[in-house]
């Protein structure tokens, strides 16, 4: 009754001989093994094992001398990744095996070779591992170097997608840039992208949106900021509120300084005047160029910007005509006003 139960588990009806056994026993083996179908066929393949070292013990096998009928191993179509999901050239996978084999190898070297052979094997088994890891450090330099050049290539597509006529292009390369797991680089391709030409309205707003914080050394603000006197009001006006969130950051004050002069150069006086109310403290007043340049301005809100600024950052001689006649002569009261107000600290001072 226990060999009858014995075959039935091999799947094979009782009397089977023992080429029928052993070809059972391998082809449920490569099955149900924990290494091929997961540690809960374990059990399973205990029980496997159980009834073939049963029949072992039971059959006759055939004689050393006798050949036996060789086992033709079915074909399986296997993928380039284990059951496991583990990469087929994983290093970890590939030392893992050899290990395996090493020690099965050198369990059945043990058992068939006198006492005296196997006293040698701790030495033995240190140059093996040692093997191991050579083989495993020169398999991952291996896949280093192919990971590298893929890398490599990906940028090399990413810049040419960037570069490229094509609004819809663009946005997709700006969508996987800001999904790249290089910070550095992501934010390098994008500087030398809005260095080399100004950004359309629709990828101003992915860039803007895409890139809120990471800027840590102001590269990509000096690339949006270089195009400040081009941009259409609109456009201008979302960059400066881009930048307001840097003027409290770890940038000094003249960078910021550097980052809003272009915009004084913009043809919209909202622009003009927006720059100037974010202009950083302490870094004085715009260049004597940009000066005169607003100073021939005569929008209202544009005046009071400009002349908050000058009492903050302080008044220089060759201006003091100019803030006379405008203390008298201006439309708007709130210029009179300020102009008026500067005059007279010039004259106390």
Do not use: C
Not at 21 to 32: D, H, I
Not at 88 to 97: E, N, S
Not at 146 to 151: G, L, P, Y
Not at 229 to 240: C, K, Q, T
């Amino acid at each position: 009754m226990s060999l009858e139960m014995d075959f039935r588990t091999l799947g094979l009806p009782p009397g089977s001989d023992w080429e029928d056994v052993k070809s059972a026993f391998r082809r449920l083996a490569r099955t149900y093994h924990p290494d091929v179908a997961g540690p809960e066929h374990s059990r399973r393949f205990a029980e496997i094992t159980r009834a073939y070292m049963s029949l072992k013990e039971s059959i006759q096998a055939p004689s050393v001398g006798v050949p036996s009928r060789p086992v033709e191993r079915p074909r399986t179509s296997r993928g380039r990744r284990g059951t496991s999901g583990t990469p087929w050239w994983d290093p970890g996978r590939f030392v893992g095996r050899l290990q395996r084999l090493w020690r099965s190898g050198r369990a059945s070297f043990a058992r068939r070779r006198p006492a005296e052979d196997t006293q040698r094997s701790p030495a033995r088994d240190r140059f093996v591992e040692e093997a191991l890891d050579r083989a495993e450090m020169h398999f991952r330099q291996i896949l280093g170097r192919r990971v590298a050049a893929r890398e490599e290539a990906l940028r090399a597509s990413l810049k040419r997608r960037l570069e490229s006529r094509h609004p819809g292009v663009v946005l997709l390369a700006l969508d996987e840039l800001a999904r790249s797991p290089d910070p550095g680089y992501a934010r390098k391709a994008l500087v030398e992208h809005l260095n080399r030409e100004r950004p359309d309205p629709e990828s101003l707003r992915r860039v803007l949106s895409l890139f809120p914080g990471a800027d840590p050394e102001g590269g990509l603000a000096r690339a949006l900021s270089r195009w400040g006197g081009a941009y259409a009001p609109s456009e201008a006006l979302s960059v400066i509120r881009w930048l307001r969130g840097r003027v409290t950051g770890a940038s000094t004050g003249g960078e910021r300084r550097e980052w809003l002069r272009p915009f004084l150069t913009n043809s919209s006086p909202e622009v003009a005047a927006s720059a100037l109310q974010n202009w950083p403290a302490g870094t004085g007043l715009p260049d004597v160029s940009d000066l005169i340049r607003l100073f021939r301005q005569e929008d209202a809100a544009l005046w009071v910007a400009l002349l908050r600024l000058i009492r903050r950052e302080g008044v220089s001689p060759w201006m003091l005509p100019h803030l006379e006649r405008l203390s008298r002569t201006h439309p708007a009261a709130p210029v009179r006003v300020w102009a008026a107000a500067i005059v007279r600290d010039r004259a106390v001072g």
